[in-house]
């Protein structure tokens, strides 16, 4: 079983001000290592239920937000544009999404 993954980072775990999510705040160190701990969490679960691959995008801005030394080794990140889900095609067999939020102002 092959999964697709698509992060964000406005509602992983922890997050509780916008402090969270700038780049130039203390805060946001604190939100790439959950936002590494919560994708590790789901693709283990997914692991554990039989997939096989799992591949994950960053998908928040400058995709840059994943701790890579702390990654599961297991995964395979994908690289690419967020915005057009380059990677999604129909070689997977589910997609999953972590910290995703509705549309700003829709």
């Known amino acids: 079983m092959k999964i697709f993954i698509m992060t ?31 994708i590790n969490a789901v693709a ?29 080794p297991r995964i395979t990140l994908a690289h690419g544009n967020p915005a057009n889900w380059c990677w999604l095609d129909s070689s997977f067999d589910a997609t999953m999404l972590i910290g995703q939020h509705a549309r700003e102002g829709g």
């Open 8 to 38: 964000d980072m406005e509602c992983v775990s922890g997050i509780t001000t916008d402090a969270y999510l700038d780049a130039t705040s203390p805060y946001y160190q604190i939100t790439r290592r959950n936002l590494t701990r919560d």
């Open 44 to 72: 283990a679960g997914c692991f554990d239920g039989g997939a096989d691959q799992v591949h994950v995008q960053d998908g928040h801005g400058v995709p840059n937000n994943i701790v890579l030394d702390d990654l599961d």
